[in-house]
């Protein structure tokens, strides 16, 4: 058996710089899995000492103690303590500190190096804290501290070989722990000001910048008004700037699916691989510009300190339905895609407040509900205007997502009042320091959330994609006869079943059969309904140019707005309720969240078929 | 004086925190970020619109954001 490379673990509070340390040590060669048994995001990647043995380096999630208020800090304290079964304990830790706030930081370090695993300090963001006014005497915090202390400014790579000689040095000699650290928060938070006014050799008022950039981004009223705008400018981008590469992405699929059929003799092979494969994996893959247009605003967000103040803005009218500003964050990145979002409910603290939000998340409108609304309104929607500038057919998509964000409002604050009878919410949080975002660190990020949506595309989606061409392909139709192929299949035959139960909300039977497949990915009821309307398009918006002259010729306006009163609020895509169960560790809450939003969609379409009936429409 | 009455840029000292009035989490996260008595407080920014809830506080070299209903648990001195 080879030996292992020691471990070594990045920890340290919330904003200290750990990340951007881990990034510039390890680059761009870095693992994301999850660690056992927990679906919190591990990120590993190897680093070579000077003489080129290698270190394996886990970035573990921030925290304020080892006694954990969320997921993520649990995460941190098992890894330290060695408790997580089917984890090693790490060889070393490096403690990353906020040079510009010892005071605040030292604490947890204390706490971390009386656990008595060989520690080296990296007093990070040094240049930050000199640029506050701040001089500090790292050899005096090494003393205090008993642990080797390097000053680094992982932004520029600064001090990053000391580290890791001294990273080297600590492997080999580990120290004993003489020096047991006062039980109590109130000493241990008094042991670390006295150490760290002992090493702060002068310092003046600092902050300046923060303090009044946030006079300006927490204003009353102009903060909100810059939030706004923010979030506006936001979902342009993500539908303006996203055509082009999502009209590349389309023709490189139609290209491969026209290769395939001049290779490929026609037969259930072709039309496993054309059909089922590059149709279904291509209509999910289009939405990654989308996905990464979002991503890359939050990351934005997130890197230069915004995304707090966000919530900070927020939280106000969040605790109006029993939530707090630590829900928007996850809440905001469900408008890309559920799954991210629910993962991203993982850094709030309150357990109800995360299951409330987890649970709403799939009513924030989703990138894969936009080829549904853009095909029913283009077919049903006069491009008229009702005021200058303001079009129709964008008013009425615009009143799809406010009706999925006061769906998600009322669905909040009956399931904290009922479900998970929260009394209080609450709202607690550091604000991190403004900086400019380093593109390296954000080119890291969004590359991993590429690949994390494309391995899930590669996988979930391909499989779901292949059993539902499967559904659809068989039994044959017997040659000759007058039931097409989709009616003849399995997936028709449940459709018969289904038509009973959504006939009353005005669908029809071509619906209740693209209901099926659309359980996969929503977009993909498009894709089925031009099937079902036999119209040979290669992909959905071929499909929709034609398929919607069709529908506007077969449905009525009733059946449309039910339609798209369906998809406002029905559970579709069986990722989410996957990530759901996950998530929620059972079966219990994924089931709940299903029956509540079907039962919400049924009523709504209901609602909106008989209310435009009762209109004549 | 309760924090959430605290005037804005009006430097103060935690005197007590009335840990009982505090939910478990809200009081271990509390001392996490270093709340104590003692500790020098300053009141930054006050919330949105007519809520002027949360509070910004700067405590220590770090601003939190907290909400008014647990700042009124924490009693601080202005220091001369």
């Not at chain 1, 000689?165 to 580990?174: F, G, S, T, V, Y």
């Not at chain 1, 042991?191 to 050799?201: C, E, G, L, S, T």
């Not at chain 1, 259930?268 to 590059?278: A, E, K, N, P, Q």
């Not at chain 1, 499989?463 to 299949?489: H, R």
Request: proline fraction near 5%; glycine fraction near 8%; charged fraction near 15%.
């Amino acid at each position: 058996m080879t030996q292992m490379p020691p471990l070594v673990a990045l920890v340290g509070n919330p904003n200290a710089g750990k990340s951007a340390l881990f990034n510039a040590l390890t680059g761009a060669r870095q693992k994301i899995a999850n660690y056992p048994g927990v679906t919190v995001e591990r990120k590993s990647g190897r680093v070579m000492f000077a003489d080129g043995r290698p270190v394996e380096m886990i970035d573990l999630p921030g925290a304020y103690s080892l006694d954990p208020d969320s997921l993520d800090e649990a995460v941190t304290r098992d890894v330290v303590l060695g408790n997580l079964a089917g984890h090693r304990r790490p060889d070393a830790l490096v403690i990353v500190l906020d040079a510009g706030n010892l005071d605040n930081h030292l604490r947890f370090a204390l706490e971390l190096i009386a656990q008595g695993l060989p520690t080296v300090v990296a007093l990070n963001m040094i240049d930050l804290a000199e640029r506050d006014g701040l001089r500090l005497d790292a050899q005096a915090l090494a003393r205090a501290l008993g642990v080797p202390v390097i000053e680094t400014v992982a932004v520029r790579r600064r001090g990053l070989e000391p580290l890791m000689a001294q990273l080297d040095q600590i492997l080999k000699a580990p120290r004993s722990v003489t020096d047991p650290v006062a039980s109590s928060f109130g000493a241990q938070n008094q042991r670390a000001r006295d150490i760290a006014r002992a090493a702060i050799i002068s310092e003046t008022a600092g902050r300046q910048w923060t303090r009044r950039l946030d006079a300006i981004l927490l204003h009353p009223v102009g903060g909100v008004v810059i939030l706004l705008s923010l979030l506006f400018l936001m979902f342009q981008a993500v539908y303006g700037w996203s055509e082009a590469p999502i009209g590349w992405i389309e023709s490189g699929f139609a290209l491969l699916s026209d290769g395939i059929k001049n290779v490929m003799p026609d037969g259930l092979l072709r039309s496993f691989f054309t059909d089922g494969v590059i149709a279904g994996v291509g209509s999910v893959v289009v939405f990654l510009p989308q996905i990464l247009i979002l991503f890359l605003f939050i990351l934005l967000l997130e890197a230069s300190g915004y995304m707090t103040r966000a919530a900070f803005v927020m939280d106000r009218m969040m605790a109006a339905v029993g939530l707090s500003g630590h829900s928007f964050i996850p809440l905001l990145s469900s408008f890309a895609c559920a799954i991210p979002g629910i993962m991203a409910t993982r850094t709030i603290m309150d357990q109800k407040e995360r299951l409330a939000t987890i649970l709403i998340a799939p009513l924030m409108t989703c990138s894969a509900r936009l080829p549904v609304y853009t095909v029913i309104i283009g077919a049903f929607i006069p491009a008229s205007t009702v005021g200058p500038g303001i079009g129709l057919q964008g008013l009425v998509l615009f009143g799809l997502y406010i009706a999925g964000i006061l769906g998600a409002m009322l669905a909040a604050a009956v399931i904290q009042r009922f479900v998970t009878r929260s009394r209080t919410s609450s709202f607690l949080i550091e604000m991190p320091r403004y900086q400019w975002p380093r593109p390296g660190d954000i080119a890291i990020n969004l590359w991993q959330r590429a690949w994390v949506f494309l391995r899930r595309a590669g996988t979930i989606i391909f499989a779901a994609t292949v059993i539902l061409w499967a559904l659809l392909s068989f039994p044959k139709a017997p040659d000759g006869s007058n039931v097409s192929q989709v009616e003849y299949s399995v997936a028709g035959r449940i459709a018969d079943g289904l038509e009973p139960i959504v006939r009353p909300i005005g669908f029809n039977h071509d619906i209740a059969l693209a209901l099926i497949p659309a359980m996969a990915a929503r977009e993909v009821a498009v894709s089925a309904l031009a099937t079902v309307y036999a119209i040979d398009a290669a992909d959905e918006d071929a499909a929709a140019t034609s398929l919607g002259p069709k529908l506007a010729a077969d449905w009525s306006l009733a059946t449309a707005l039910a339609f798209l009163a369906w998809f406002v609020f029905a559970p579709q895509c069986i990722s989410t309720i996957a990530v759901t169960r996950r998530e929620t560790n059972g079966w219990k809450w994924p089931i709940f969240m299903v029956s509540y939003l079907f039962a919400l969609a049924y009523a709504a379409a209901g609602i909106t078929y008989w209310t435009a009936r009762s209109f004549g429409l | 004086m309760q924090l959430d009455r605290l005037p804005l840029n009006q430097i103060a000292v935690i005197r007590t925190i009335d840990w009982e009035s505090l939910p478990d989490q809200e009081s271990h996260r509390l001392r996490a970020l270093g709340f104590e008595p003692g500790v020098t407080i300053e009141a930054l920014h006050k919330g949105i619109l007519m809520w002027r809830d949360p509070l910004a506080v700067r405590i220590g070299r770090m601003t939190v954001a907290l909400r008014t209903k647990v700042a009124a648990a924490i009693d601080c001195e202005i220091s001369a």
